[in-house]
């Protein structure tokens, strides 16, 4: 039996008015020269804050009654060795859990390069919309799974959610429900405002970046920008070490000799900050350098507590996954009108000035329902 009949049909109702021209609220630079938005130009005032909230605080349980369990699908690429969907899936089961939702999950996994077989599963379970209330979909790269997307968030049998970007792309007729993902643009100024704070104005820094792209223009970028803007530091160096240890470890080691003035390394990921630090201390120089790393992992925190890196913008990992739990209690409780139309999760700076009892209870908080360790596969 259906259970999300009159929460489906508004759903659509909601999702054909922003495809009628609604988006976006507003404009922001740079918006004729993207194919997407950004969160802020098509969250409504307040909504976001309002989620991300709910999500830091204890569950309330839901308040209404189901006749059964609520039936949810889920394409992505779990298949692959991150532990980015087995955790947001563990977030968002035990959130629902704490909320009083009964649920049954139905999953369909691949890899990320796997692209064809993710749109074999989006097929299916658009032809089978009868027997699920809620379908999650993980695209294996956003502008090759346009037309899935599109597709699910046209269905009016189900509510669709997507997981792992952020940025609603102007073209496809049918907005998903809800896009849950980590923004590197907000934890690039996250991180500026930190570092200004912290290290005042007239700094020399360089950059270990990672590849030319999306991301990197963001955390990489937008950071560079950021700082160099509002307080007037200057960048000696670029380095594109490919997101890899070695990369990091070869661009700090040049950095060094070359380029002694600079004080600061900022680097784009962990792997390249794990290999930035092995450089420092090779040569000694851990204490010399503000070395920085990106996500709040746990190689980056042992290595804050060691004392070899600095400061780390770091996600509230957990957060996808449990805003995914409150959005499905919103539609079961028919405020879908209240949740934005991007989510994006909390990150927040972790670094060396925090003793050990507070750099731990950051880590329980990013991963409070999925666990502090490794996950078993």
């Known amino acids: 039996m259906r259970l999300l009949t009159t929460t489906a049909v508004i759903a659509s109702v909601a999702t054909a008015a922003l495809a009628d021209g609604h988006l976006p609220l507003r404009e922001l630079p740079g918006i004729a020269e993207r194919d997407y938005w950004v969160p802020d130009e098509v969250n409504a005032?307040?909504?976001?804050?309002?989620?991300q909230a709910v999500v830091g605080a204890d569950a309330v349980p839901f308040s209404g009654t189901?006749?059964?369990?609520?039936?949810?699908?889920?394409i992505y690429p779990s298949?692959?060795?991150s532990d980015f969907w087995a955790r947001n899936y563990l977030a968002m089961t035990k959130r629902l859990d704490q909320l009083g939702i009964a649920y049954e999950t139905t999953e369909f996994a691949s890899r990320q390069i796997e692209h064809s077989l993710q749109s074999t599963y989006a097929n299916q379970v658009a032809q089978d919309a009868d027997l699920?209330?809620?379908?999650?979909?993980?695209?294996?790269?956003?502008a090759i799974q346009a037309d899935n997307i599109d597709k699910l968030a046209g269905n009016d049998g189900f509510a669709t959610y997507v997981w792992a970007f952020h940025?609603?792309?102007?073209?496809?007729?049918?907005q998903p429900d809800t896009w849950f993902d980590f923004s590197s643009a907000a934890g690039a100024l996250t991180m500026c405002e930190y570092m200004i704070s912290r290290l005042g104005e007239g700094m020399t820094m360089a950059?270990?970046?990672?590849?030319?792209?999306?991301?990197?223009?963001?955390?990489?970028?937008?950071?560079?920008?950021?700082?160099?803007e509002k307080a007037g530091w200057t960048t000696v160096y670029e380095h594109y070490g490919e997101y890899q240890r070695e990369g990091g470890f070869d661009g700090t080691s040049l950095i060094m000799q070359a380029y002694p003035e600079a004080t600061v390394i900022h680097n784009a990921n962990t792997a390249m900050a794990m290999g930035s630090v092995e450089a420092q201390v090779s040569m000694g120089k851990e204490k010399e350098i503000f070395s920085t790393g990106w996500g709040g992992t746990g190689l980056e925190l042992d290595a804050i507590r060691r004392g070899e890196l600095d400061?780390?913008?770091?996600?509230?990992?957990?957060?996808?996954?449990?805003?995914?739990?409150?959005?499905?209690?919103?539609?079961?409780?028919?405020?879908?009108?209240d949740l934005p139309l991007v989510f994006l999760g909390r990150i927040t700076v972790a670094h060396d000035q925090m003793s050990a009892e507070e750099l731990d209870a950051l880590q329980e908080?990013?991963?409070?329902?999925?666990?502090?360790?490794?996950?078993e596969r």
């Open 167 to 174: 940025t609603p792309l102007k073209d496809i007729e049918n």
């Open 311 to 337: 400061a780390t913008p770091m996600r509230m990992g957990d957060d996808v996954g449990a805003a995914t739990a409150e959005a499905i209690k919103a539609h079961l409780e028919n405020r879908a009108d």
């Open 207 to 228: 950059l270990n970046r990672g590849i030319p792209g999306i991301t990197d223009d963001q955390r990489s970028g937008d950071f560079k920008a950021c700082i160099e």
């Open 132 to 142: 699920y209330d809620f379908v999650i979909f993980g695209p294996s790269e956003l």
């Open 66 to 74: 189901l006749d059964g369990p609520i039936q949810i699908a889920l």
């Open 45 to 51: 005032e307040g909504k976001l804050d309002a989620l």
């Open 79 to 81: 298949a692959d060795t």
């Open 365 to 375: 908080e990013a991963f409070r329902f999925s666990g502090v360790g490794a996950l």
